[in-house]
């Protein structure tokens, strides 16, 4: 099949459809009926051309005025532009018609108005929650594609707050080329958001991905050789460094890295992948430039050389877990199922509310890339196109929220000692009823008085 | 959302929500979204039931002088019209009492009905839960620093 922008290709679409389709001119008249009328009708089609498909209009007694107005779309269309109607055109001759559904759209406008109608089955009269749902979602995607092209990788993807900052941040970091920070949980996407920054800011310029964590100082070195000897070959060449879990490279390698970063001035350019961001960064460094211990919310030490945060806090851009913006969920996840669906992964094409349902609950640890191998095993596992929660990964449709209020409640307790505290309120209370005679004590509990004794002195002790 | 704020206890050591619905989809919201950013300090409670057992169950906990309490109601077509009656006498009888609806094909017009009822918002999905149970708990947290 050849594709083009020519009406050919659609004539020799709809010829070779079986599917019977017709359209009805501004003036009321059947212009066009298909093959497929023909085969549905038992009638030859080009008697019933020019001839009035309009509801109620005066019709002779000949049976092709009465099949023509048949074909007529419902009132309201006009308004509407679009309705469905179960066309049952009167028999001919002994052969007897079926009905069949058939979608009216009206296209154009005013008196140059064309109608089309297409014959087959149709169930969308009744309103679907769940159909309407998924139409608001893709309405939301496509309007988020339309606006955010240029920063369009699906983690910036989201109607909260956060993820409306996030964006913000991202277009001023796209339109000026500086060192920037992106602070986010482990899985959130902040490399290829950090990509996509740099592919805009600085196009064609040369970067360099190294592991923080890995890091001394020979291996730095060893690893941005490519950008350094760039940066060496003339003086108006420019590079970039990006390095993951900044905050956990060793405080050797970050120092190398600063020195890099004084000798190149504006030339190379530090990108910092960081977990999620210490308070420090938006506060007054008053602090030691010789040894900067951070606090992080986790109450964790971090080092980070203090010429280093002060590249780094140049931009910022922070991305919030997916657990504090559950409202996000449901778009992400759709956005992710139409690629994998695009790119025919699975026949799974959108999500049942109950799916969703099941993931806005469970607090994805991993953030943004679980939730994209969640959505591709479940495009994959589907067996139809609504994607049910058995589809999903067995972590996320066995996860259960605990109840709050019980473990609220629970404080931690020792079992032995509360038993021997038992214990030993009911030995007093029998010695006490015995007058201090431990035999008859023990005697009365059905214990021996060995027992009894031990337990006494247990206590003493 | 500001009716919310209002109407907390602003001595709250205690918040009950109570859900009315038939399967647990809006509780497990509950549960999950419920105690966010509320401190230990605070009891947390949530519970089902019917609506005939509805109003019971707030008379009890609405007594509470530190008690702050949220009735979650789910609305469908067919439970709409006798949640409506419960909702409206909930409302009369104990004002400070916030009343959330989840709703399910609920045609809009019917929507803005239920808010002049007494239901403080209306939720369509479980995930909006969040935002709201998060500004109950602010406001929850903010007032016990100042009380």
Not at chain 1, 120 to 126: E, L
Not at chain 2, 118 to 143: D, M, W
Request: overall charge neutral; hydrophobic content about 40%.
């Amino acid at each position: 099949m050849t594709a083009g922008t020519k009406i050919r290709n659609l004539m020799r679409l709809i010829d070779s459809s079986d599917a019977p389709m017709w359209a009805i001119g501004p003036s009321g008249k059947l212009v066009y009926l298909s093959a497929g009328v023909a085969a549905w009708l038992g009638v030859d089609v080009d008697q019933l051309l020019d001839r009035r498909a309009v509801a109620g209009s005066p019709i002779t007694n000949d049976p092709l005025d009465l099949i023509a107005a048949t074909l007529s779309p419902p009132p309201g269309l006009t308004q509407r532009g679009t309705a469905t109607l179960r066309v049952q055109p009167s028999s001919m001759a002994s052969r007897r018609v079926s009905p069949l559904d058939v979608r009216f759209v009206r296209v154009g406008r005013g008196e140059s108005a064309v109608t089309l109608a297409i014959g087959g089955q149709f169930d969308d009269r009744a309103v679907d929650e769940e159909i309407s749902d998924a139409a608001l979602v893709r309405e939301q995607l496509d309007l988020w594609r339309k606006r955010h092209t240029a920063i369009a990788t699906t983690a910036t993807l989201g109607q909260s707050s956060s993820a409306k900052r996030m964006r913000s941040r991202i277009e001023v970091a796209c339109g000026v080329r500086t060192h920037f920070g992106i602070f986010g949980p482990a899985g959130c996407g902040a490399e290829s958001i950090a990509m996509k920054i740099h592919q805009h800011s600085a196009p064609r310029e040369p970067i360099a991905t190294v592991d923080g964590p890995l890091m001394d100082p020979e291996l730095l070195d060893a690893s941005i050789n490519p950008i350094i000897a760039v940066l060496a070959d003339s003086s108006e060449s420019k590079a970039s460094v990006l390095v993951r879990e900044l905050d956990e490279m060793p405080i050797e390698a970050q120092r190398h890295l600063s020195g890099l970063l004084t000798s190149f001035g504006n030339r190379l350019r530090l990108i910092g992948l960081c977990s999620p961001k210490p308070a420090l960064f938006s506060e007054p460094l008053g602090v030691d430039p010789e040894n900067v211990t951070l606090s992080y919310e986790q109450k964790v030490p971090k080092h980070l050389d203090q010429a280093i945060v002060d590249c780094v806090a140049a931009l910022t851009v922070t991305i919030e877990p997916l657990a504090t913006r559950c409202d996000d969920i449901p778009l992400l996840a759709t956005a992710l199922v139409d690629s994998r669906f695009a790119a025919k992964e699975g026949v799974g094409e959108r999500l049942s509310r109950a799916t969703l349902d099941a993931i806005v609950l469970y607090p994805w640890p991993n953030n943004f890339e679980e939730l994209d191998s969640a959505m591709r095993h479940a495009v994959r596992s589907a067996t139809r196109e609504t994607i049910a929660p058995e589809n999903l990964p067995l972590a996320v449709r066995s996860y259960r929220t605990s109840d709050g209020s019980k473990a609220r409640k629970l404080q931690p307790i020792s079992l032995d000692s509360m038993i021997a505290s038992y214990e030993l309120k009911l030995i007093k209370a029998a010695l006490e009823a015995c007058d201090g005679n431990r035999a008859a004590a023990a005697r009365s509990l059905g214990i021996t008085r060995s027992r009894l004794i031990r337990r006494v002195d247990e206590a003493s002790q | 959302m500001k009716e919310i704020v209002t109407s907390l206890s602003l001595k709250s050591r205690e918040v009950v929500w109570i859900v009315c619905e038939s399967g647990n989809r809006w509780q497990n919201a509950v549960r999950h979204f419920g105690t966010e950013g509320l401190e230990d300090s605070v009891d947390f409670l949530n519970f089902s039931c019917d609506s005939i057992d509805m109003l019971k169950q707030v008379q009890n906990h609405a007594g509470k002088k530190h008690a702050t309490v949220i009735v979650l109601w789910e609305i469908t077509p067919k439970t709409i019209a006798a949640k409506c009656r419960v909702i409206a006498e909930c409302r009369l009888r104990y004002p400070s009492v916030i009343q959330i609806s989840g709703i399910a094909r609920i045609p809009n017009r019917y929507q803005a009905m239920l808010s002049e009822l007494g239901i403080t918002v209306a939720l369509k999905r479980p995930e909006s839960l969040q935002r709201v149970a998060r500004i109950i708990n602010q406001v929850l947290q903010a007032s016990k620093i100042h009380p």
